[in-house]
């Protein structure tokens, strides 16, 4: 997993002054780097009695569709307002400077379905969190959460303490 790493770009002060930016682009566009991200992530929930998987927007799009093909089971979209186009279900949550919003249609998730939410970045934990709460709402139970890689520094793991959460890579 160390030699994921080398295939992150760092981009210092994006999207502000201050913040280090992990650009996962550089690794996506590396045939070994996506195989080995995509095998990693199946090979860790390939005993996990998953449903279907559900992504985040925008960069969860990435990995979530492509693992739940590699499951074989359905994927899932959580999107930001007004994208999705039939009844949805939604839920506002905090970030660091103000609030946003999630949504994903009402019929997306039957009672008593294990989801499996993944996105490209745990950091704060708030959006997964927020997803989270999503599945729950529409009686549906959270699989686990899985990332490609964790802002340990930023403790997002505490907001998801009562779910299993997984990530292949550790900054």
């Not at 990435?62 to 949805?88: C, D, H, N, Q, S």
């Amino acid at each position: 997993m160390t030699n994921l790493k080398s295939l992150i770009r760092e981009v210092p002060d994006f999207p502000k002054p201050g913040i280090l930016f992990y650009d996962i682009t550089t690794l996506m566009k590396d045939p070994k780097g996506w195989r080995c991200v995509v095998d990693s992530l199946k090979d860790h929930y390939k005993d996990c009695k998953v449903d279907a998987v559900v992504g985040i927007e925008a960069r969860g799009f990435f990995f979530a569709p492509t693992l739940a093909y590699a499951l074989g089971v359905g994927f899932i979209p959580v999107r930001k307002p007004k994208k999705l186009p039939a009844e949805t279900a939604s839920i506002e949550y905090a970030l660091e400077y103000g609030a946003d919003r999630l949504e994903i249609h009402k019929d997306a998730i039957s009672p008593g379905q294990r989801v499996l939410i993944v996105d490209d970045v745990l950091a704060t934990g708030g959006t997964a969190a927020a997803v989270a709460s999503l599945i729950t709402q529409l009686g549906g139970e959270v699989a686990g959460l899985g990332f490609v890689l964790e802002l340990d520094f930023l403790h997002g793991r505490e907001k998801l303490a009562k779910y299993e959460v997984f990530s292949l890579l550790h900054y």
